[in-house]
C-alpha cells in the first residue's frame, strides 16, 4: 500500500497522496499495456491462421525484411509474398477497421448519453450500401473499378451524415432529434436500396447483396493505408477531447457547461469526427454491424468509463473482437470463407447478452 | 459582495423568463432561492452558472463581470450543483468528484487535483464509499457527491437547484447543514433553489423570492417572509410566525382542505381555522 503511495507529488501544497487513485491508475496502464500487448500477438498469429503451412517465425522474417530491407531467398518468396500482399492487409484492416468502428461507438455513445446507440446510429450504413448499390446498378454489366463502390458508398455516407446533424443543429442538437432522424434516414435508404434491388438482374442484385455483408476479403495496402490512416488521425484527436466527453457523458449538458465545457461545438465536432470514422470503415469494407456497439462495452468493463483511458482501449477491444472474428471466418468452414460481418455478430451476440447478465450495473 | 446580480433579464426565445433581477449575496452568506415552480428559479440559477448566457443585465463575482470571463475561467470561480439527473454510464464516486476539476487541469489530473478531491470527498464524508459507484448509492448519497464535485470545483459561488427535492428529511436537513457550514468556513456565496420555505427560513441567512420572473422579496428570513407577499405568490392564505428562533410559514386551510384562495376565501379560510 505504502509503495504505490511513494510517488513523488508534483504540486507543493499537494495533500499526502491519494492511495486508491494512485493504485487505479496503475491497474488502468496494466490493463492497457496488456491490451496492446494481447493485440499485437493477436495481429501475429492471425497472419498465419489459414491454409498455407506459415509460421510465427515466417511473419516475424517477412515483416523484418519489408520492414529494414534483406535479400529473401527463393523458397522463402512465395510465403513472402502471400504474408505481405495477402495476409498482412488482411489482418490490419480487419484491425483497424474494429478499432475505428469501437472508437466511433464510444464517441457516439458518450456524446449521446446513450449506452444503446452505435456508429450507425444515424443512418450512415444504410446510406452508404445505397451508394455502392446505385453505382453497382449504374454501371450495369460492365467491369468497375473497386474505388468507384468504395467513393459511391462514402459520397453517399457523408451526404446523409451531414444532412442529419445540419437538420438536428438547427434544432440545438436534441439528443431526441438525433436518434429519431437516424432512424428515419435508416428507413429510407434501405428502401431505395430495395427498390434498386427490385429492379435489378441476376448479376447486379448478387453483386449488391455481396457488397452488404461486411468483409475484409479483397483487403490491399491502399485500404490499410486510408482505413488506418484516418483511425490514427481521430484517435490523438479524441484523446485531446477526453476529459470533456467525460463531463458530458457522466454529468450531463447543463453541468458539463457549468464545468467550462464548450458543450455544443464539441458534440457537432465530435460526432461528425465519429460518422466520418464509420463512413470510411463502411465505404471500404461493407457493414460491419455490432463492432461499434460492444467494442466500447467490452473496453468499458475492462477498463472503467473514464474516456482517456476508455477511447484506446476501445480501438484495441473492437481491433481484437474484427480480427479474431475473421481468423474464426477463414478456418471455420475452410477453404471457404465466411465474412467478418456475419462471424462478428455470432460471436458479438453472445458476449454482449452474457455482459448484459452479469454485469447489469454498468448498462443500468 | 462576492455574488452581485444586476438586472438580469432572460427569455426563451420570445417568452420572458426572468425580467430585471437585482440582488446580492455576500461572501459567507448563505441564500435561498424561492419560488413558486415555474417562477425561474432555474433559470435564474443556470444564467448565473454560465449554463444560459443571459440577454441583459450583468452578474458579478467578487467584484468581477463574469460575461468577460472564459468559459473555463467562470468554472473556476462559480459552481453549480444540478438537479439530481440520471447517468447513462457507471462511474465510482471518486471519479464523479473528479469532474469538478474539468476547469482546472489540462489532459491528466494532478496532483493538486487529487488533493482536491480527496478533501471534498472527506468533507462530505464520502471517504467510506469513495470507490463505490453512483448506482448503488442511495440518494442522499448521490445528492452528496454531487456536492462534493461542485466542492472539489473550487469556486467562490456554490449554486445548487432544489438539491434537496427528492431527499428525506434528514437528508434535506444534512445537506442544508454542509452547506451552510461550507459558506461560513470558506467565505463563499451559496444560493439554493429550494421549495421549503421553513428549511430556508432557518438554515439562510437570506431569502430572495421569484414571482413570475420578478424579484418580489429579498433580505433576512423575518424580514423578507410578508403574509401578504407569500400569498400573491403561491396562491395560498399563510400564517407567518416566530418559532424557536426561526420564522416559520404555515398555509391556512379551511375545513373543506381549499388552501387555494382569492380575496374571499382568505376570509373564509381564516375563520375556519380558528
Known amino acids: 500500500m505504502t509503495a504505490t503511495a511513494q510517488r513523488p507529488a508534483t504540486g507543493e501544497k499537494a495533500a499526502p497522496a491519494p492511495t486508491p487513485a494512485r493504485r487505479r491508475e496503475a491497474r488502468t496502464v496494466a490493463v492497457l499495456v496488456g491490451g496492446v500487448t494481447l493485440s499485437l500477438l493477436a495481429l501475429l498469429v492471425s497472419v498465419t491462421v489459414g491454409t498455407a503451412g506459415i509460421g510465427i517465425g515466417d511473419v516475424v522474417r517477412a515483416v523484418k525484411v519489408s520492414i529494414v530491407g534483406g535479400t529473401i531467398s527463393a523458397d522463402f518468396a512465395s510465403t513472402y509474398s502471400v504474408i505481405t500482399q495477402l495476409r498482412l492487409p488482411r489482418v490490419l484492416l480487419a484491425f483497424t477497421a474494429g478499432a475505428a468502428l469501437s472508437v466511433s461507438g464510444v464517441l457516439m455513445q458518450g456524446l449521446l448519453r446513450n449506452p444503446l446507440v452505435s456508429p450507425f446510429t444515424l443512418g450512415v450504413s444504410p446510406a452508404a450500401a445505397f451508394g455502392a448499390a446505385l453505382v453497382i446498378t449504374l454501371a450495369g454489366s460492365s467491369q468497375l473499378p473497386a474505388w468507384a463502390t468504395i467513393a459511391g458508398a462514402m459520397v453517399m455516407a457523408l451526404a446523409v451524415s451531414a444532412l442529419v446533424l445540419g437538420i438536428a443543429t438547427a434544432r440545438r442538437m436534441a439528443v431526441a432529434t438525433l436518434l429519431l432522424l437516424g432512424i428515419a434516414m435508416t428507413q429510407i435508404f434501405e428502401a431505395l436500396t430495395s427498390a434498386l434491388q427490385f429492379t435489378a438482374n441476376e448479376n447486379t442484385?448478387?453483386?449488391?447483396?455481396?457488397?452488404?455483408?461486411?468483409?475484409?476479403?479483397?483487403?490491399?495496402?491502399?485500404?490499410?493505408?486510408?482505413?488506418?490512416?484516418?483511425?490514427?488521425?481521430?484517435?490523438?484527436?479524441?484523446?485531446?477531447?477526453?476529459?470533456?466527453?467525460?463531463?458530458?457523458?457522466?454529468?450531463?449538458?447543463?453541468?458539463?457547461?457549468?464545468?467550462?465545457?464548450?458543450?455544443?461545438?464539441?458534440?457537432?465536432?465530435?460526432?461528425?469526427?465519429?460518422?466520418?470514422?464509420?463512413?470510411?470503415?463502411?465505404?471500404?469494407?461493407?457493414?460491419?454491424?455490432?463492432?461499434?456497439?460492444?467494442?466500447?462495452?467490452?473496453?468499458?468493463?475492462?477498463?472503467?468509463?473514464?474516456?482517456?483511458?476508455?477511447?484506446?482501449?476501445?480501438?484495441?477491444?473492437?481491433?481484437?473482437?474484427?480480427?479474431?472474428?475473421?481468423?474464426?471466418?477463414?478456418?471455420v468452414i475452410a477453404p471457404a470463407v465466411v465474412p467478418v460481418g456475419i462471424v462478428v455478430a455470432f460471436i458479438g451476440g453472445p458476449v454482449f447478452v452474457y455482459l448484459i447478465l452479469t454485469r447489469r450495473n454498468t448498462l443500468k | 459582495m462576492s455574488l452581485s446580480v444586476q438586472h438580469l433579464s432572460f427569455a426563451y426565445g420570445t417568452r420572458q423568463i426572468l425580467e430585471d433581477v437585482t440582488f446580492e449575496v455576500a461572501s459567507g452568506a448563505f441564500c435561498a432561492l424561492l419560488g413558486p415552480n415555474g417562477s425561474g428559479k432555474s433559470t435564474l440559477v443556470k444564467a448565473i452558472a454560465g449554463v444560459h448566457r443571459a440577454r441583459s443585465g450583468s452578474i458579478a463575482v467578487e467584484g468581477r463581470d463574469t460575461a468577460a470571463l472564459g468559459r473555463r475561467e467562470l468554472a473556476r470561480v462559480v459552481g453549480y450543483v444540478p438537479q439530481a439527473g440520471d447517468a447513462p454510464f457507471d462511474l465510482t464516486v471518486r471519479e464523479a468528484v473528479m469532474l469538478g476539476r474539468t476547469p482546472h487541469f489540462g489532459f491528466a489530473p494532478r496532483a493538486e487535483d487529487h488533493a482536491a478531491v480527496e478533501d471534498a470527498i472527506q468533507r462530505m464524508g464520502l471517504s467510506e464509499i469513495a470507490e463505490r459507484s453512483l448506482s448503488e448509492l442511495s440518494g442522499g448519497q448521490q445528492q452528496r457527491a454531487l456536492i462534493a464535485r461542485a466542492l472539489a470545483q473550487n469556486t467562490r459561488v456554490l449554486l445548487l437547484d432544489e438539491p434537496t427535492s427528492a431527499l428525506d428529511l434528514r437528508y434535506q436537513i444534512e445537506t442544508l447543514q454542509l452547506v451552510r457550514r461550507i459558506t461560513r468556513e470558506e467565505g463563499i456565496s451559496a444560493l439554493i433553489a429550494i421549495h421549503d420555505l421553513n428549511h430556508a427560513a432557518r438554515y439562510c441567512d437570506q431569502v430572495v423570492v421569484l414571482h413570475g420572473g420578478r424579484l418580489v422579496a429579498d433580505g433576512a428570513p423575518q424580514h423578507a417572509y410578508e403574509e401578504a407577499t407569500l400569498r400573491t405568490v403561491y396562491e395560498v392564505d399563510v400564517e407567518v410566525t416566530g418559532h424557536d428562533g426561526a420564522v416559520e410559514v404555515r398555509p391556512r386551510i379551511d375545513a373543506a382542505g381549499v388552501t387555494r384562495t382569492g380575496g374571499e376565501l382568505a376570509d373564509t379560510a381564516e375563520v375556519a381555522a380558528r
Open chain 1, 205 to 331: 442484385l448478387q453483386a449488391i447483396i455481396r457488397w452488404t455483408f461486411g468483409s475484409v476479403n479483397d483487403a490491399v495496402w491502399s485500404d490499410v493505408h486510408i482505413v488506418g490512416g484516418v483511425a490514427l488521425i481521430a484517435l490523438p484527436l479524441t484523446l485531446f477531447f477526453a476529459k470533456d466527453l467525460n463531463a458530458i457523458a457522466f454529468a450531463g449538458d447543463d453541468a458539463a457547461r457549468s464545468f467550462g465545457v464548450n458543450v455544443g461545438p464539441i458534440r457537432i465536432g465530435l460526432i461528425s469526427l465519429a460518422v466520418a470514422l464509420a463512413a470510411v470503415v463502411v465505404s471500404f469494407c461493407g457493414i460491419i454491424g455490432f463492432v461499434g456497439l460492444v467494442g466500447p462495452h467490452i473496453a468499458r468493463l475492462a477498463i472503467g468509463g473514464d474516456h482517456r483511458h476508455l477511447l484506446p482501449f476501445a480501438a484495441l477491444s473492437g481491433g481484437l473482437l474484427l480480427l479474431v472474428a475473421d481468423a474464426v471466418g477463414r478456418t
